[in-house]
């Protein structure tokens, strides 16, 4: 098997005398989507912050291809090819669709294509907006529109598209679909399956059951800051999920309803 893009050996995190994360081994393979799932507390969050340069571990350490990283911020991370998006988007509501792609990291030309000076590239800003939304199967018509005009599905496109601007290669979304309704959860879920379809890894934090099984192809599942679980989704639905997060076991026989042993399941 191939080297993993990202892989956690013995993470830790406590705060003051909280472990909120244990001793975590994870790989995360190119090209997978992969759910972190856990009830409230179990450490998805703690860990999910420390792979996207927003807190130190107090313990392990993380390999990119391979090779020692530490990210000293999302930026640091960012640069590295890992772009987190909160569930809150951290999106300018008043900037356009364009702007918000962009932020920080303006496109500038010379005019005339001299070098100097340098000046904002809108029209290029306003191409290249147009191009990751496509990508993304989410043309939107104008993209001097401002963030707030459009629905939360729409936004989460805005702030994937960012990811793409930087060429991220993992993606970390952190509970995505948990403010959205039917119709927007199914756009997001979209946008997963689209990412992924073009070679990007994703890293899935969610509560819906029924989300992971639709998007994911990997489940890793924590218990009191600990990886109970780590296995394909192959093979499980939605309620067997939902068990195995509860108890932090793998053992889906127990989930059998009584007066069926094991046995009959085989
Ligand atoms: N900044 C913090 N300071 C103190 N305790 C924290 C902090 N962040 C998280 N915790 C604690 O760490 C544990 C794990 O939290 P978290 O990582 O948010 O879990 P999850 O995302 O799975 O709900 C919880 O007990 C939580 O109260
Ligand atoms: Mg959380």
């Not at 892989?7 to 472990?19: D, N, P, Q, R």
């Not at 702007?99 to 809108?122: A, C, M, V, W, Y």
């Not at 192809?217 to 679980?229: N, P």
Request: glycine letters at 10%; proline letters at 5%.
């Amino acid at each position: 098997m191939s080297e993993p893009l990202l892989s956690l050996h013995g993470i830790g995190k406590s705060y003051g005398a909280v472990e909120a994360v244990r001793g975590v081994d994870l790989d995360i393979r190119a090209g997978e989507v992969l759910a972190l799932c856990g009830d409230n507390g179990a450490g998805k969050s703690s860990l999910v912050k420390i792979i996207a340069g927003a807190q130190p571990q107090t313990t392990g350490t993380l390999r990119l291809r391979g090779a020692a990283v530490t990210f000293h911020s999302p930026q640091d991370a960012l640069r590295h090819g890992i772009a987190t998006i909160y569930q809150d988007l951290a999106l300018a509501p008043r900037l356009s669709i364009a702007q918000n792609i962009f932020l920080g990291s303006e496109l500038t030309h010379g005019p005339f294509g001299l070098p100097f000076p340098r000046l904002l590239d809108k029209r290029g800003m306003m191409a290249a907006a147009r191009e990751f939304l496509q990508r993304l199967n989410l043309p939107l018509a104008d993209m001097a529109t401002p963030v707030e005009r459009l629905s939360g599905g729409q936004r989460q496109a805005v702030a994937i598209a960012r990811a793409l601007r930087w060429q991220a290669e993992l993606i970390i979304m952190d509970e995505p679909t948990a403010a959205l309704g039917v119709k927007e959860t199914a756009e997001v879920l979209g946008l997963i399956r689209r990412l992924n379809a073009e070679g990007k890894t994703v890293l899935l934090v969610s509560h819906n059951m029924a989300d992971v099984c639709a998007v994911a192809t990997r489940v890793a599942i924590m218990k009191a800051g600990r990886k109970a679980v780590d296995r394909p989704i192959a093979g499980l639905d939605p309620d067997t999920l939902a068990h195995m997060v509860m108890t932090g076991q793998e053992n889906a026989g127990q989930h059998l309803p009584a007066g069926r042993g094991s046995m009959t399941a085989l």
